[in-house]
């Protein structure tokens, strides 16, 4: 079975630091790997995905995420975080075939605060 | 981006009652949609697979009985929560797939069910 763990629960940063939120998954195959923040009280919003190739993905609103076969690992990194990236934060793996991709396992949240 | 609807997005009612929640996709056909449910400062835990034109997909330990899903149409699916107590109160989001965008979900805004 698939899972995520995402190690860290509370993160705070100062705006303009950078940033680096963990994720480490469990699967069998080759796994879609996704991040999406969820602002308080609403619905999830993609920042980037993984499918196959350069491992190094670019998202939206600055963040990228590296997936390393070797350590399971597709952390989510900005290199200055601004003020309205406080939000939580989920990492999610599905599976590449049968065309189930969509039916994600998510993490359990990473919640980001940042200080002015 | 292809956009998803959930009506309503807060939702009150009285335990014992049924309360039903729909997920419209806007701008695209959703042959499949996902039902989820969160609680508060938890992550997302999938509840059931809606297909349209057939039964839904429930996942294991979700009530069939008491989370009724109907994905009458490419746009629209509905949960009802029937004879609703209070531990059913959680946040639902929904999310939905294009079968041209194999593996890319879009989520919805979530509904916050409180039942008293």
């Known amino acids: 079975a698939q899972s995520v763990t995402q190690p860290d629960i509370h993160i705070t940063v100062s705006e303009g630091a950078s940033l680096e939120l963990r994720c480490n998954y469990s699967?069998?195959?080759?796994?879609?790997l996704f991040w999406y923040v969820q602002s308080p009280g609403q619905g999830l919003q993609l920042l980037l995905k993984y499918f196959s190739g350069d491992t190094l993905v670019q998202g939206i609103k600055g963040f990228e995420a590296e997936f390393k076969r070797s350590q399971s690992s597709f952390n989510l990194r900005k290199p200055s975080v601004h003020w309205s990236d406080a939000a939580e934060y989920f990492c999610a793996v599905g599976s590449i075939n049968t065309g189930t991709a969509s039916k994600l396992t998510f993490g359990t949240g990473t919640r980001l605060q940042v200080t002015l | 981006g292809a956009v998803v609807s959930q009506h309503p997005s807060r939702v009150i009612c009285k335990s014992g009652t049924s309360v039903k929640i729909e997920c419209r996709s806007l701008?695209?056909?959703?042959?499949?949609m996902f039902w989820y449910r969160q609680f508060p400062k938890q992550s997302l835990m999938l509840m059931a697979t809606s297909n349209e034109g057939s039964k839904a997909t429930y996942e294991q330990g979700v009530e069939k009985d008491k989370f009724l899903i109907n994905h009458a149409s490419l746009t629209l699916s509905t949960l009802t929560v029937t004879s609703a107590h209070p531990e059913d109160s959680s946040f639902y989001i929904c999310?939905?797939?294009?079968?041209?965008?194999?593996?890319?979900?879009?989520f919805g805004e979530g509904s916050r069910l409180t039942v008293l």
């Open positions: 699967y069998g195959a080759t796994p879609y």
């Open positions: 701008d695209f056909q959703a042959t499949t």
């Open positions: 999310s939905a797939r294009t079968g041209a965008r194999a593996g890319e979900l879009f």
